[in-house]
């Protein structure tokens, strides 16, 4: 981050949501965007994203509950029902109406499924690389099920399966070491963590996806689309967008040469441009 933005560098907050401690990030000032990312990230991967956006709105980055510095309940179903449920009581909590929302990976349905069902609450919405529908890759269907398999979950969510993932989610290597790779790892120490890591994963029922697919259609808000072309993780990403420009004809879509599925690691300066280019504007009027 630049000396320019530092007034924007986000500050960590903790609040309860719920009877869950959950932790987020926010900058800035202005029209609330909250930004959700998905597995195994948290609200580290916006951290160079959020400076521009919050030069001109309020910028909020949630840790999911399972995820980051929030809390890791086990007997939470992570279920489409369950977050969005806690979306509601987070937003409550940190004083929040209408807004803006990006979605990140596993935060797509969830932030999707929520927003389908609070239309009126959402100004702008912006997805990146991201699930959105029911008919999943096999990429996604083989990590699922793995996720579920004893030898193959332990491994997957190990210090090695998680640098593994994040590495394979970027096209430039060199962004996830050090530090980086560091900040995405501690959160993750314990078994508790772990577990409730993989239950994440797979706690979200293709019926939810199904309730997506039918409701996406009625969101009349401006939508941007900015996605990675060169995504290891979700290889369908480029048909998936394409899908989502036919349901949501008034969606502006940007592929980004060169980045992988981590696109706020490969070109936060990019990614960041083009988020706060979008949120920056005021005119609300549905299309």
Not at 37 to 55: C, D, F, M, Q
Not at 70 to 75: A, G, Q
Not at 128 to 135: A, R
């Amino acid at each position: 981050m630049t000396g320019k933005v530092s007034k924007s560098k986000p500050q960590g907050h903790f609040v309860d949501a719920g009877g869950i401690h959950l932790h987020y990030v926010e900058a800035g000032k202005g029209t609330p965007v909250l930004l959700l990312h998905g597995w195994p990230t948290s609200s580290y991967l916006w951290r160079n994203v959020i400076p521009e956006i919050a030069k001109t709105n309020r910028v909020i980055a949630l840790d999911l509950p399972g995820f980051g510095q929030s809390e890791k309940p086990l007997d939470a179903s992570y279920s489409f029902r369950f977050h969005a449920e806690v979306l509601d009581k987070f937003l409550d909590a940190v004083g929040v109406e209408k807004m803006g929302l990006a979605v990140h990976d596993l935060g797509g349905p969830v932030g999707l499924y929520w927003a389908t069902h609070n239309r009126e609450r959402i100004r702008r919405l912006a997805l990146l690389n991201t699930l959105v529908y029911p008919e999943m890759s096999w990429a996604v269907m083989m990590f699922v099920v793995a996720c579920r398999l004893p030898v193959a979950s332990q491994w997957i969510s190990s210090p090695r399966g998680i640098k593994l993932t994040m590495r394979l989610g970027v096209k430039n290597k060199a962004v996830i070491q050090g530090e980086a790779l560091s900040a995405y790892l501690a959160p993750y120490r314990s078994r508790v963590a772990r577990k409730a890591l993989l239950k994440a994963a797979y706690g979200l029922h293709p019926n939810g996806f199904k309730v997506i697919n039918d409701r996406l259609a009625g969101l009349r808000c401006p939508v941007r689309v900015i996605y990675g072309k060169n995504d290891r993780i979700l290889p369908d990403v480029a048909k998936t967008m394409a899908r989502v420009k036919r349901d949501l004809p008034q969606a502006e879509v940007t592929a980004l040469e060169g980045c992988g599925h981590f696109l706020q690691e490969d070109q936060p300066q990019e990614v960041g441009r083009l988020l706060a280019e979008f949120f920056s504007q005021e005119d609300n009027k549905q299309v």
